[in-house]
């Protein structure tokens, strides 16, 4: 797992959390509920979540505020909800099982690409 240093201590806390419970890795004081979901990754059926993550931090400015893992008639999204540098809201869906960027949804998203 890669935590880039340049972010706040308390992001990276956030997403060394994210990635696990993404990952199927048991936190202490937590059942271990995710196993599914990390044999999935492991088995290459799902992207990891740690590579959609570092496409966004490559792509947009902002900070990630929550992420979900939805499961609808077989298709397997990841939803990243994002703040941008201006205060802007933008949830980002992704196709777990490709890595692509299926849809984006907010308010001044242009204002969160990177040049």
Do not use: C
């Amino acid at each position: 797992m890669i935590i880039r240093r340049h972010m706040p201590s308390g992001q990276r806390l956030a997403r060394v959390v994210l990635l696990a419970l993404a990952l199927g890795v048991g936190l202490p004081g937590t059942a271990d509920t995710h196993q599914p979901l990390h044999g999935e990754v492991r088995r290459g059926e799902l992207v990891p979540l740690e590579r959609i993550l570092d496409w966004l931090e490559t792509h947009y400015l902002g900070d990630v505020l929550e992420v979900e893992l939805e499961r609808d008639d077989g298709a397997v999204l990841y939803e990243i909800k994002m703040i941008g540098p201006q205060g802007q809201i933008v949830e980002f869906e992704f196709d777990a099982h490709s890595g692509q960027l299926m849809a984006m949804e907010g308010v001044n998203i242009n204002a969160m690409r990177r040049p």
